[in-house]
């Protein structure tokens, strides 16, 4: 079974520092992996995903991400963060053998001041 | 370009009512979901339908039922409303398994 923990709720930068979200998986097969961004009122928003291809994968306005198995990682981040960066961001998993059906983490509200 | 496309995007319902929430997809996709998101719990899987004329249960299928009425149509009814389905109600679709899924707006759903 799929399972994705994002390890915080909250995440509080000031503009123009670094984010960094942080999610681990777990996965009986080789996964994909996605983030993605919750805008207030709105879907989702596909930020960036992981199929294999390339460890360090580059995605919108910016972020990306970089899959480390030895450490079951798939950690979010960004040099500078900008206030339109304030919003809910989910780590989610696949399973690539079957069909996708993807599994959610539980989200990390990311929070801007300037 | 209007992606995919839920209706109606707010609705309150007493208990015991039914109500049937509407999601449209114009990128010719495959496969489409219903999710519903509670505070803290992210999103979870109702329904989904791989393609058309099939439909399956997901993660939290008790007291929803689910319709691919052809291509671009996926509905989701809810029976006998109960205050626990209070909810956000995302629709999502996809052309295949190895692309990301797109997500409509949603349906504020509340039951009271």
């Known amino acids: 079974a799929q399972s994705v923990t994002q390890l915080d709720s909250h995440v509080s930068v000031s503009e123009g520092t670094p984010v960094l979200l942080r999610c681990n998986y777990s996965?009986?097969?080789?996964?994909?992996l996605f983030w993605y961004v919750q805008h207030p009122n709105k879907g989702l928003q596909l930020l960036l995903k992981?199929?294999?291809?390339?460890?360090l994968v580059k995605g919108i306005n910016g972020f990306e991400a970089e899959f480390k198995k030895s450490e079951t990682s798939f950690h979010l981040t960004k040099p500078s963060a900008h206030m339109s960066d304030a919003a809910e961001y989910f780590c989610v998993v696949s399973d690539q053998k079957g069909f996708q059906k993807l599994v959610f983490g539980t989200g990390t509200r990311l929070l801007v001041s300037p | 370009n209007a992606g995919v496309t839920q209706t109606p995007k707010f609705q309150v319902l007493k208990t015991g009512q039914s109500m049937t929430l509407q999601c449209a997809q114009d990128?010719?996709?495959?496969?489409m979901y219903w999710y519903r998101q509670d505070p803290g719990m992210g999103l979870r899987l109702i329904y989904y339908s791989a393609s058309e004329g099939t439909t399956d249960k997901g993660e939290v299928p008790n007291g929803y039922n689910v319709s691919r009425l052809n291509k671009r149509e996926f509905s989701l009814r809810l029976e006998s409303a109960a205050p626990s389905q209070t909810s956000v109600y995302f629709c999502?679709?996809?052309?295949?398994?190895?692309?990301?899924?797109?997500f409509g707006d949603g349906t504020r759903l509340s039951i009271l």
């Open positions: 992981y199929t294999s291809a390339a460890t």
């Open positions: 999502a679709s996809t052309l295949r398994g190895d692309q990301p899924q797109h």
């Open positions: 990128m010719n996709h495959n496969s």
């Open positions: 996965s009986s097969y080789s996964p994909s």
